[in-house]
């Protein structure tokens, strides 16, 4: 199946500062990734979706202007956690979908955020 | 409103069994219907897919059983093996660019 990339895989920062993860198809392009949060055993919940070449569409709840989205190119999207706090400690995993293909998401491998 | 329901919470299964998760959707418009694995610390890994026109899709241990009328569809895992122990999310999409919607998952052990 198709390559999506996370990185890094973990990360610490202090409360208050910014951390940013990055998202990248490998070996396709994606006109669109997702970006989810899971909490320990719990389901996925979908914070955004990544429109390349457009601003991200936030789901109700996700404050904007704490989770920056960009979806700078076709291979590329970050999220940013700004002033991060220690609720925002959590798994963070981004999608994307080939568009060539049919509905098929890939995941990447998800990146663990401790806030402290 | 969850929209993908999945039972059971948790699952164990002696090893060579069949594990049966089931899912059941309320909007008729989803037509997309994948499956996801996730081991602990890693993001899920798509197994298999279906679309509503098939009733069923196997891939080698993974077979999906779809029932359109029901708004309902299941993974069932043939053989199962310690290995496969992992947590098991069904979900749904209704168009490409559209998001999954997910499961609240399964949690399956298979022992020996």
């Known amino acids: 199946g198709a390559v999506v990339s996370q990185h890094p895989s973990w990360v610490i920062c202090k409360s208050g500062t910014s951390v940013k993860i990055e998202c990248r198809s490998l070996?396709?392009?994606?006109?669109?990734m997702f970006w989810y949060r899971q909490f320990p055993k719990q389901s996925l919940m979908l914070m955004a979706t990544?429109?390349?070449?457009?601003?991200?569409?936030?789901e109700q709840g996700v404050e904007k202007d704490k989770f920056l989205i960009n979806h700078a190119s076709l291979t590329l999207s970050t999220l940013t956690v700004t002033s991060a706090h220690p609720e925002d400690s959590s798994f963070y995993i981004c999608?994307?979908?080939?568009?060539?293909?049919?509905?098929?998401?890939?995941f990447g491998e998800g990146s663990w955020l401790t806030v402290v | 409103q969850q929209q993908v329901k999945q039972s059971p919470q948790s699952l164990i299964v002696q090893k060579g069994g069949i594990s049966i998760i089931n899912c059941a959707y309320e909007?008729?418009?989803?037509?997309?219907f994948p499956w996801y694995q996730q081991f602990p610390g890693k993001g899920p890994a798509l197994l298999i897919a279906?679309?509503?026109?098939?009733s069923e899709k196997k891939e080698g241990r993974f077979t999906i059983s779809f029932n359109k009328s029901a708004k309902q569809f299941s993974l069932h895992i043939m053989d199962s093996q310690p290995g496969d122990s992992a947590t098991y999310f069904c979900?749904?999409?209704?168009?490409?660019?559209?998001?999954?919607?997910f499961g609240k998952g399964t949690r399956l052990s298979v022992i020996a």
């Open positions: 990544s429109n390349e070449g457009s601003k991200a569409t936030y």
């Open positions: 999608s994307a979908r080939p568009g060539a293909r049919e509905n098929t998401i890939y």
């Open positions: 909007n008729t418009a989803f037509d997309y």
């Open positions: 070996d396709f392009q994606a006109t669109t």
């Open positions: 279906i679309r509503p026109d098939v």
């Open positions: 979900a749904a999409s209704i168009r490409a660019n559209t998001p999954l919607v």
